[in-house]
T-cell receptor, first 115, second 112 residues
Framework: DGGITQSPKYLFRKEGQNVTLSCEQN?????MYWYRQDPGQGLRLIYY???????QKGDIAEGYSVSREKKESFPLTVTSAQKNPTAFYLC??????????????FGPGTRLTVT | QKEVEQNSGPLSVPEGAIASLNCTYS??????FFWYRQYSGKSPELIMS????GDKEDGRFTAQLNKASQYVSLLIRDSQPSDSATYLC????????????FGAGTRLFVKA
């Protein structure tokens, strides 16, 4: 089955620790995105990548870092510089070559709690 | 002004009724519009996309687009309790990068 996987589903960390969230897709999509969602709010774009080895900051990139070494993978690191890291993190992908490139498909999400 | 605005709700409708969800957007250049359904604790699921003015029907769902008024809506006919979720409106962000702006969502409750 084609899809997007994120791991882990739940993640607990102590304040001051960096943590990396995994996102893998086998949809052969070129573009991948990271969002965070806080209660009662919409999705806010953290980083996005249109092709391998290239990525751009979204609206709230401070305190986060990403890499895109493979087409299938787009891991997100939440660093200790992120002031309010507790949130629901969603990875998405879209195809630039078939269908509408703005049509995004989401993974199941990772719920990060930092105490 | 928010780029994509939705009434947060909750919108409560009885089972079998029509639920009407609305969304306005600020960028006149946007050409692609989407509705996602998000169950509590889950990730968003794409349910409708619309690109041209007018109506687009898919089963019990109808998306309506009016670019002149910068308005998108989603109608759910014969609403079922399983339709209870938050519905997110998403709009193409003009300016490159294939980015999309999401509204905060409208919570829908369908009462049995």
């Amino acid at each position: 089955d084609g899809g997007i996987t994120q791991s882990p589903k739940y993640l607990f960390r102590k304040e001051g620790q960096n943590v990396t969230l995994s996102c893998e897709q086998n949809l052969n999509h070129d573009a991948m995105y990271w969002y965070r969602q806080d209660p009662g709010q919409g999705l806010r774009l953290i980083y996005y990548s249109q092709i391998v080895n290239d990525f751009q900051k979204g609206d709230i990139a401070e305190g986060y870092s990403v890499s895109r070494e493979k087409k299938e993978s787009f891991p997100l690191t939440v660093t200790s510089a992120q002031k309010n890291p507790t949130a629901f993190y969603l990875c998405a992908s879209s195809s630039r070559t078939s269908g509408n490139p703005y049509e995004q498909y989401f993974g199941p999400g990772t719920r990060l709690t930092v105490t | 002004q928010k780029e994509v605005e939705q009434n947060s709700g909750p919108l409560s409708v009885p089972e079998g009724a029509i639920a009407s969800l609305n969304c306005t957007y600020s960028d006149r250049g946007s050409q692609s519009f989407f509705w996602y359904r998000q169950y509590s604790g889950k990730s968003p699921e794409l349910i409708m996309s619309i690109y041209s003015n007018g109506d687009k029907e898919d089963g019990r769902f109808t998306a309506q687009l009016n670019k002149a008024s910068q308005y998108v809506s989603l109608l759910i006919r014969d609403s079922q309790p399983s339709d209870s979720a938050t519905y997110l409106c998403a709009v193409e962000r003009v300016g490159g990068g294939f980015k999309t702006i999401f509204g905060a969502g409208t919570r829908l409750f369908v009462k049995a």
